[in-house]
Nanobody
Framework: QVQLTESGGGSVQSGGSLTLSCAAT????????LAWYRQAPNRDRERVAT???????TYANSVKGRFTVSQDNDRNAMHLRMDNLKPDDTAMYYC????????????????????WGQGTQVTVSS
C-alpha cells in the first residue's frame, strides 16, 4: 500500500506564491493518478487539480491559470505550484491517489481517490 505525505504549506500574503509537495512511499509499483484536494472550514471539499500517470492535468475553475500541478519523472512525488494566492485559497490541502486505468489515451484516472495524506495548511492573508 502507498502512503502519501504532504509538505510545503504555510502562511503567505495575498498575491504571494507557495509550492506544495506530496511524496509517495511504500508500495509505489502500481500505476496511480494523483490529485490535490482542499477543504476550508464550513466549505465542501474541492478537488483542486489532478495529474494522471501519463501527465495529463485537470484543474478546478477556481484555480485555473494560477495553480500548476506536476510530478517527478519517477512519479513518486507530485507538486502544486500556487501563484497569485487569494484569501479564498485558505484551506487544508490534501494529496490523494487513485488507481490508473488503461484506456485508449494511455493510463487515465480511475476514481475513487482512496488513499490520502494527512494534509498541509495553507493560509492566505489579505
Amino acid at each position: 500500500q502507498v502512503q502519501l505525505t504532504e509538505s510545503g504549506g504555510g502562511s503567505v500574503q495575498s498575491g504571494g506564491s507557495l509550492t506544495l509537495s506530496c511524496a509517495a512511499t511504500g508500495d509505489t509499483r502500481s500505476r496511480r493518478c494523483l490529485a490535490w484536494y482542499r477543504q476550508a472550514p464550513n466549505r465542501d471539499r474541492e478537488r483542486v487539480a489532478t495529474i494522471d500517470y501519463d501527465g495529463r492535468t485537470t484543474y478546478a475553475n477556481s484555480v485555473k491559470g494560477r495553480f500548476t500541478v506536476s510530478q517527478d519523472n519517477d512519479r513518486n512525488a507530485m507538486h502544486l505550484r500556487m501563484d497569485n494566492l487569494k484569501p479564498d485559497d485558505t484551506a487544508m490541502y490534501y494529496c490523494a491517489a487513485a488507481r490508473a486505468k488503461r484506456d485508449i489515451r494511455g493510463y487515465s484516472c480511475s476514481p475513487p481517490f482512496s488513499t490520502w495524506g494527512q494534509g498541509t495548511q495553507v493560509t492566505v492573508s489579505s
